[in-house]
């Protein structure tokens, strides 16, 4: 069985970096075809997605988000890191980690974890 | 970014109601859509991908159709656990969500 689990701060001060681990159970960084990305969702409001890190070490970014966010992995431990730049309230909500999956789809999602940031 | 606009924002239905939720992008993605659920507090769950494919454990009342630009998730007979947010999302361009269609109780 896939699992994925988010942790990070709850709380970020604005203009501040946001760093989120996502630990990976069940199944390598490394095998072919294997995806992990971050989607957030603001209270009430939509879902977003982030950026992607691929097995093969490709790494996508939403295009308005591109300058201020970095996904890498730690393959020795099976975590994927998210990081945010200069953070703002409306960066608040919650993050999910998530497995690619058929079609391009997400199809594993972590339970995800809420940011708020606030001074 | 490849927009998807989902529509209606809102639908009240009742159990045993057929349901559709329509979904447009503004180019055409080629059948690169998937529909997720989600319920309050949780995380989405994948329904449908690649516009019509069931993911494995998912009621037979859920479909998917269309092609090119247009979509829609229909639900045949509305089940009691179905009252939930639903979004379409293409994945045919990096990847974007609608903004969601929220089924309630009529």
């Known amino acids: 069985q896939i699992t994925l689990k988010e942790s990070g701060p709850t709380v970020v001060k604005p203009t501040q970096t946001l760093t989120l681990t996502c630990t990976v159970s069940?199944?390598?960084?490394?095998?072919?075809?294997?995806?992990v990305g971050w989607i957030r969702q603001a209270p009430g409001e939509a879902l977003e997605w982030l950026a992607l890190l691929s097995w093969d070490g490709e790494k996508r970014y939403k295009p308005s988000l591109r300058s201020t966010c970095t996904i890498t992995a730690d393959t020795s431990r099976d975590r994927v890191v998210f990081t945010m730049a200069n953070l703002d309230p409306f960066d608040t909500g919650t993050y999910y980690c998530?497995?690619?999956?058929?079609?391009?789809?997400?199809?594993?999602w972590g339970q995800g974890t809420m940011v708020t940031v606030s001074s | 970014d490849v927009l998807m606009t989902q529509s209606p924002s809102s639908v009240s239905a009742s159990v045993g109601d057929r349901v559709t939720i329509a979904c447009r992008a503004s180019q055409s993605i080629g059948n690169y859509l998937n529909w997720y659920q989600q319920k309050p507090g949780k995380a989405p769950k994948l329904l449908i991908y690649?516009?019509?494919t069931l993911q494995s454990g998912v009621p037979s009342r859920f479909s998917g159709v269309g092609s090119g630009t247009d979509y829609a998730l229909i639900i045949s007979s509305l089940q009691s656990e179905d009252f939930a947010t639903y979004y379409c999302q293409q994945s045919h361009t990096l990847w974007t969500f609608g903004q969601g269609t929220r089924v309630e109780v009529k």
């Open positions: 690649g516009a019509s």
């Open positions: 998530v497995l690619l999956g058929p079609g391009n789809g997400f199809d594993v």
């Open positions: 069940g199944i390598s960084l490394t095998t072919t075809g294997v995806g």
